[in-house]
């Protein structure tokens, strides 16, 4: 029996890849009704759908320099709170509490700045830059510790990045006209269609090959179903 609520979780990649498998195992089949040849044709359509959609998401032209941008602020970022502990230890009670005044700052907008979403990270980073600039005696301990570059850097390429992540949200509008989930649900929609037309054409014809068909994909439906991958990640 196959599961397809479970086809819907598959990731992008794993759902093109089974309903390719699939179409292949049909493929096999020793002269296919035209009815058969006709759903395939279909789910074969579809299938092509989906790789133009995911392969335009994933060429998507500002997402290496989104990315490089992205390291370069987590570097900053880290760099300027561990040059602040590092003055922990100064022996000048001034350093010192400069240190501790910055890192009450990095406090105050919580653990692991650098792992937020994009947006949030975005926005975290803008506010702590204000209250760098802003507050005196927070400017005056950025400047007493030499991380003035380092604000600046910070800054120019926090900017940067949000411009470029806004670009890249935006171009996402020229994508195909149906989105991935859409055309996803179509998809399955005419497996399943495929599916039981030859589990029919199975009862009908039981001499021909349908049932080794069948148990074939749903042999790969079970392999699919454990092997599915957990998606996720920042963006």
């Known amino acids: 029996m196959i599961h397809t609520s479970k086809i819907y979780h598959y990731s992008n990649a794993s759902t093109i890849g089974f309903l390719e498998n699939v179409i292949s ?27 133009l959609i995911f392969s335009t998401a994933r060429k998507n032209p500002h997402t290496e320099d989104l990315k490089e941008l992205d390291t370069r602020r987590n570097q900053l970022t880290q760099g300027i709170r561990e040059i602040a502990t590092s003055y922990l230890k100064h022996f000048d009670t001034d350093y010192r509490e400069a240190g501790k005044s910055i890192l009450r700052t990095f406090a105050k907008y919580g653990k692991q700045i650098e792992k937020r979403k994009y947006y949030d990270q975005t926005e975290i980073t803008n506010s702590l830059i204000r209250d760098f600039e802003n507050d005196e005696s927070l400017s005056q301990a950025i400047t007493k510790l030499h991380l003035s570059d380092w604000l600046q850097a910070l800054k120019t390429d926090n900017l940067a990045f949000n411009s470029l992540y806004i670009m890249m949200v935006m171009s996402k509008v020229n994508l195909p006209e149906k989105n991935f989930k859409e055309s996803k649900t179509i998809a399955i929609a005419r497996f399943k269609s495929l599916f039981n037309l030859l589990k029919a054409l199975e009862m009908v014809y039981p001499t021909a090959d349908y049932g080794n068909i069948i148990k074939e994909i749903e042999e790969l439906t079970k392999k699919y179903n ?6 996720g990640g920042k963006e």
């Open 226 to 231: 454990v092997a599915r991958p957990k998606r």
């Open 25 to 51: 195992i049909c493929k096999t089949l020793n002269q296919p009704t035209t009815e058969v040849s006709q759903k395939m044709a279909e789910l074969s359509s579809e299938i092509e759908q989906l790789c």
